[in-house]
T-cell receptor, first 115, second 113 residues
Framework: ETGVTQSPTHLIKTRGQQVTLRCSSQSGHNTVSWYQQALGQGPQFIFQYYREEENGRGNFPPRFSGLQFPNYSSELNVNALELDDSALYLC??????????????FGSGTRLTVV | AQSVTQPDIHITVSEGASLELRCNYSYGATPYLFWYVQSPGQGLQLLLKYFSGDTLVQGIKGFEAEFKRSQSSFNLRKPSVHWSDAAEYFC???????????FGAGTRLFVKA
């Protein structure tokens, strides 16, 4: 069984630019969640995708957007980058069932630095 | 609204000693509760989870956690810590239906020889 794969692993962008981060879900998982983890903090929920639709969103502005594809892979797009967007971005896949998720499988993350 | 509090920012224990990491949650209904571990520069790995039933949950790497509804707590324990357990530990809560898992700020575990 394959795990969750994120690309790229590291990225440096300039303030104002746009970035796309990618995530391949674990085999058999149909739900993808994205988290932002600033240095020394816990992961903060950005949004979740289930069946290619956004299924919940945290306190992040609209310049954070995403997609989920039929093969359950996902993208996170951030427009108009700000310095505070520098963080580790984590993708987590899970299997939605009638009684809820059974815990996440996380990727290793993409370290984004905005300069 | 859901929330998770991990009162200890960091804890230092001697190798071979027992460990308890504290977690308190706020949620109106029966929560789904999790503990994750994160090594430096890595993603998070699920240690254990609680949905219902037996309030003492066994996880990987010799960890266990106990759900106490009356105290809104879900503390993580290990009887004998190994140097390789040094990492950041996160408690998390999810609503029924499982979406929008909320994480605590984490507890950094240091293990001394």
């Amino acid at each position: 069984e394959t795990g969750v794969t994120q690309s790229p692993t590291h990225l440096i962008k300039t303030r104002g630019q746009q970035v796309t981060l990618r995530c391949s879900s674990q085999s058999g998982h149909n739900t993808v969640s994205w988290y932002q983890q600033a240095l020394g903090q816990g992961p903060q929920f950005i949004f979740q995708y289930y069946r290619e639709e956004e299924n919940g969103r945290g306190n992040f502005p609209p310049r954070f957007s995403g997609l989920q594809f039929p093969n359950y892979s996902s993208e996170l797009n951030v427009n108009a980058l700000e310095l505070d967007d520098s963080a580790l971005y984590l993708c987590a896949s899970s299997s939605r069932s009638g009684t809820g998720d059974y815990g996440y499988t996380f990727g290793s993350g993409t370290r984004l630095t905005v300069v | 609204a859901q929330s998770v509090t991990q009162p200890d920012i960091h804890i230092t224990v001697s190798e071979g000693a027992s460990l308890e990491l504290r977690c308190n949650y706020s949620y109106g209904a029966t929560p789904y509760l999790f503990w994750y571990v994160q090594s430096p520069g890595q993603g998070l790995q699920l240690l254990l989870k609680y949905f219902s039933g037996d309030t003492l949950v066994q996880g990987i790497k010799g960890f266990e956690a106990e759900f106490k509804r009356s105290q809104s707590s879900f503390n993580l324990r290990k009887p004998s810590v190994h140097w390789s357990d040094a990492a950041e530990y996160f408690c998390a809560v999810a609503s029924t239906g499982g979406f929008k898992t909320i994480f605590g700020a984490g507890t950094r575990l240091f293990v001394k020889a």
